[in-house]
């Protein structure tokens, strides 16, 4: 379009942060630059997970695919994933990837020699890496005031004379390969709403009318205010892009009571994590991997000017 232009230079500003979970708004981009951080965090940024399992001793009720499969979604501290290499390309190992450089060596030993039934969580996993270990949750739950959990994630039960030995081998790799190695749980973002309502048009409906047309919204974005009996905008954010206000105004025939459009150039994210890295570092992994990308793929000044724009965004997330 003549007199427009590609460059923008994003913000961010962080609603709320905790070590699982960040919201944030992000505004002056666009949905394709939105789009795209949630999909790379959500497939591209690497995590470390359990990925070769040796199953030595297995007389549990459990089959050994069964056992591996649990193992490999247990999720492991990542902090350093970024820094790994990935197996099949180490040089170290010819890619055999059972190095120290792109794979980390756990073991479990359990054997119940009682009445009560074992569990055998996460917690039994001994690491060869001290830095690379099933992540706790206990800390997180510490810090949000719930009920503390002490014994980690629960493989298998054993009863008496039951054994489970195993080795295995955690190594790097992103979500688009396999889902256990996806750092994040869920990353969701939505257009901002900009509610204006026809407050000349609302004096012409009874009171009657605006609690019926407030309560056919089925998320709590309207209030009937009780002393001056206006309608009023209590959460925008709540709104669902269900148009059920905008019907209900219709078959009221009071069409434009309401006017309710997307903010194309507002998004507010909401990213949880699965606790193998920090919401914070995700996002800024994810940034970096953008960039990485886009210097890989030159192709023309405009993705020149994209990469200025990821370079801003993660600026203002790491000031942020």
Known sequence: ME?????RFPKVKIRELRDDYAKFELRDTDASMANALRRVMIAEVPTIAIDLVEIEVNSSVLNDEFIAHRLGLIPLTSERAMSMRFSRDCDACDGDGQCEFCSVEFHLRA??????????????LYSSDHTVVPVDFSDSAAASGEALDTKGIIIVKLRRGQELRLRAIARKGIGKDHAK?????TVTFM??????????????????????????CPTRVFELDPVTHQV???????YTYDDEVIKKAEAMGKAGLVDITAKEDSFIFTVESTGAIKASQLILNAIDILKQKLDAVRLSDDTV?????????????RGG
């Not at 000017?305 to 997330?317: C, N, P």
């Open 181 to 185: 190695w996806s750092p994040a749980a």
């Open 191 to 216: 257009y901002e709403p900009n509610i204006h309502i026809n407050e000349d048009l609302m004096e012409t409906l009874t009171l009657e009318e605006k609690r019926t047309w407030v309560e056919s």
């Open 232 to 238: 009023m905008v209590v959460d925008p954010e709540a």
């Open 3 to 7: 007199g427009s232009s590609y460059q």
């Open 305 to 317: 000017e994209a990469d200025d724009q990821f370079g801003e965004l993660g600026a203002h997330m």
């Open 111 to 124: 054997k119940c020699h009682s009445d009560q039934t074992l569990d055998v969580t996460s917690k039994d």
